[in-house]
């Protein structure tokens, strides 16, 4: 599923969902192409994980918000896995792969 997120509220929400499951925050550019083929990759992978996301452009303060509070340091295109609350891995450009994504959120439960 992808959810987009616009506001403080948004972010609150996708962190919440990660006390449930693990989510993936994907923050990227509308005019990148490391970001296009980055979100290809995202889009292959939404029918298996919770993707939240937002497009850098448009959500600046969003965008430097989730920086701040996991403590993971801005990039575009980024992909930021979360786990109760907290950054778990993050991804960066060539590195944001659908398989990368589902074996990481599929580790957590592994260790259930």
């Given at each position: 599923?992808?959810?987009?997120?616009?506001?403080?509220?948004d972010?609150?929400?996708?962190?919440?969902?990660?006390?449930?499951?693990?989510?993936?925050?994907?923050?990227?550019?509308?005019?990148?192409?490391?970001?296009?083929?980055?979100?290809?990759?995202?889009?292959?992978?939404?029918?298996?994980?919770?993707?939240?996301?937002?497009?850098?452009?448009?959500?600046?303060?969003?965008?430097t918000?989730?920086?701040?509070?996991?403590?993971?340091?801005?990039?575009?295109?980024?992909?930021?896995?979360?786990?109760?609350?907290?950054?778990?891995?993050?991804?960066?450009?060539?590195?944001?792969?659908?398989?990368?994504l589902?074996?990481?959120?599929?580790?957590?439960?592994?260790?259930?």
């Amino acid at each position: 599923m992808f959810h987009t997120m616009n506001s403080p509220q948004d972010l609150d929400a996708a962190l919440q969902a990660s006390h449930e499951q693990p989510i993936v925050i994907f923050k990227h550019s509308n005019n990148c192409p490391f970001s296009a083929r980055a979100q290809e990759q995202v889009a292959n992978s939404k029918h298996d994980l919770e993707i939240y996301g937002i497009v850098v452009q448009y959500a600046k303060e969003l965008s430097t918000a989730i920086a701040d509070r996991l403590e993971v340091k801005h990039a575009s295109p980024q992909a930021i896995v979360v786990k109760d609350g907290k950054a778990a891995a993050h991804y960066w450009r060539s590195e944001i792969q659908e398989e990368t994504l589902k074996e990481k959120v599929a580790s957590f439960g592994e260790a259930s």
